[in-house]
Every structure is written in C-alpha cells, then in structure tokens.
C-alpha cells in the first residue's frame, strides 16, 4: 500500500508540474520561423488568389502602404498606384465578354513553388519560381504560357507579413527574363 501511494503522489507531483508549466503565461509578440514562414506562405497564396480572380483591394493589400510592385520594364510603388497599374492591363486579367467566350468562360490560375525564404526579425526575403496557366483559347484546352520567379522582400506590420517590394521576372517576355545565374543565394 505504502509503495502505491508513493507511486500516485510521484504521479500527481509530475500533474502538478505539468499544469504549472502549461499555465505560464507565453509571450505572444514572439514567433517561430514556421508560424512566420506560415504567415509569408499565406500572404503569397492570398496574392495571387486575388490576382486571379482580379480582387484589387485584396490584391493591393498584400502591400505595404508604399510597397513596390516591380515588373522589369515598370514599377509602381504605394498601394494606389498598383490598384491604378492593374485597373489599367483589366483586359488582361478578367475573362473576355460573353461573345468571345467560346464553350464558356476562360479561366487561368497563377501558381508558386520551389519557395525559399530567409526570416530575420521582422523583415524576410523570398524567391519562388511561379507558372500561369489558362483555358483562354478555342477548345478551351488548359496550357501552361509563362513563368518566371519572384524575388520578395517582406515586412511585418502589425503582426502581419506584407509586400515591400515584389520584383516578378517573367521568361516569355523577352524584356522581362531573368539575368542569368541561380536567383537563390
């Protein structure tokens, strides 16, 4: 009996300590790589969602208030202006009108992999390699028509990550292809 009540006081010491230290308060300022790398991964994935189905205010604030959007042969910087760049190429996002259509409407999607990022306080850097395919022809018929990569620098404003400045390089515009050499460090 007496070795029995030292093995349950042994087991409700061990509880004791267990919810002792569960219930220290965390400081909740303070993040992990993964739970930032989480947040970053999020922000591109809510990118280019809004870029593909053309939700500007969603879109633009990915940015900061003065982040740059820098597509090679132009750069726009502050959120109103990339909301006014993009307002301006809506042809090339939002499907063709009902006549054009064909069977029905066209679609394309943006994706991103190969991602790496570099976290370091609150500012990080990114390269992700990104693809674009579409069904805006006759048949319909899904196609793979450009890629390049993203070369990211990224803020956290008020415990969210955004957009300082996103460079795409894309390799089927000739004025937009990436210099040579690995784009990772």
């Not at 502050?78 to 939002?94: A, H, Q």
Request: net charge negative.
């Amino acid at each position: 009996m007496r070795k029995w009540i030292e093995m349950l006081s042994g087991t409700i010491a061990a509880a004791l300590m267990t919810l002792t230290i569960s219930c220290t308060p965390v400081d909740t300022e303070a993040s992990s790589y993964a739970e930032d790398r989480a947040q970053i991964e999020d922000l591109q994935a809510r990118y280019l969602f809004a870029l593909d189905s053309f939700d500007l205010d969603t879109y633009v604030s990915t940015f900061t208030e003065d982040g740059i959007l820098d597509i090679i042969e132009y750069q726009v910087q502050g959120r109103e202006e990339i909301r006014k760049s993009l307002e301006e190429s809506r042809s090339v996002f939002v499907p063709p009108s009902e006549e054009e259509q064909g069977p029905y409407p066209a679609s394309s999607r943006h994706n991103i992999t190969n991602i790496v990022i570099k976290i370091d306080g609150d500012k990080a850097v990114g390269r992700a390699y990104w693809f674009h395919y579409g069904n805006n022809n006759p048949e319909r018929k899904a196609e793979i028509d450009s890629y390049g990569h993203y070369e990211d620098e990224m803020v956290k404003v008020n415990r969210q990550w955004l957009f300082s400045k996103r460079v795409i390089y894309n390799e089927s515009v000739a004025d937009w292809i990436a210099p040579s050499g690995n784009p990772c460090w």
